[in-house]
């Protein structure tokens, strides 16, 4: 199983980027996608995610900023982030879990947000 993320990159502040992330391989199905982040010196950390029943999670730093999106024929999850602040500059990686609890991720793409 693989997780293939793209779209990060350098943004100014109040600029946009939309990652997105395909899994691939013997996988039947995926209960929850979602991203996470971790920016330097810190821990991991969530930052949405979406069952696939159609549940969503924002952490409070994003809401009303990201949008969260799924489509569940292709295994696939983007991350459209708005408004970007020098506080999500992190290193963002999709996150892929099974019915039974196992957990893929990506390789993780950096998004930086400077002037």
Do not use: H
């Not at 730093?61 to 292709?74: A, E, L, P």
């Amino acid at each position: 199983v693989q997780l293939q993320a793209s779209g990060g990159g350098l943004v100014q502040p109040g600029g946009s980027l939309r990652l997105s992330c395909v899994v691939s391989g013997s996988i039947v199905s995926v209960s929850v996608m979602g991203w996470y982040r971790q920016a330097p010196g810190k821990q991991r950390e969530l930052v949405a995610d979406k069952l696939r029943g159609g549940g969503i999670y924002y952490t409070d730093s994003v809401k009303g900023r990201f949008t969260i999106s799924r489509d569940n024929t292709k295994n696939s999850v983007d991350l459209q982030m708005n408004n970007l602040k020098p506080e999500d500059t992190a290193v963002y990686y999709c996150s892929a879990v099974t019915p039974i609890g196992n957990r893929y991720w990506g390789q993780g793409t950096l998004v930086t947000v400077s002037s």
